[in-house]
């Protein structure tokens, strides 16, 4: 059974900084794409940021390009988002999500509907 944990949300002034932690179990890791999205209320769930099986593959929206950063631990079966120069448009529950793929092109990651586990949320508010 596949399951993802995520944690590391919480509140923070804007300018700072938070570490988004998700741990996935009941799967090869390594064989898995990973995304991380966000939901505001009343807005759909865009991609934030994704990175390949491989991890040479990574996409970033351009909404968070140069401040947030993903990466992959496959011995900790995580990956996690660094969030820096946080901005009260940030705030949102941001969701990690796996999909199990060979493919390498980042046009693939970054469609939700492409992800067939997801994570509960964590919630990132930032204040002005």
């Known amino acids: 059974q596949v399951q993802l944990v995520e944690s590391g949300g919480g509140l923070v002034q804007a300018g700072g900084s938070l570490r988004l932690s998700c741990v996935a179990s009941?799967?090869?890791?390594?064989?898995?794409?990973m995304g991380w999205f966000r939901q505001a209320p009343g807005k759909e769930r865009d991609i934030v940021a994704a990175?390949?099986?491989?991890?040479?593959?990574?996409y970033y929206s351009d909404s968070v390009k140069g401040r947030f950063t993903i990466s992959r631990d496959n011995a900790k079966n995580t990956v996690y988002l660094e969030m820096n120069s946080l901005k009260p448009e940030d705030t949102a529950a941001y969701y990690c999500?796996?999909?199990?793929?060979?493919?390498?092109?980042?046009?693939?990651?970054?469609?939700?509907?492409?992800?067939?586990?997801w994570g509960q949320g964590t919630q990132v508010t930032v204040s002005s």
């Open positions: 999500a796996l999909v199990h793929t060979s493919y390498s092109d980042t046009n693939y990651y970054i469609r939700s509907s492409n992800y067939p586990y």
């Open positions: 009941g799967l090869t890791f390594s064989a898995y794409g």
């Open positions: 990175v390949s099986w491989s991890g040479y593959n990574i």
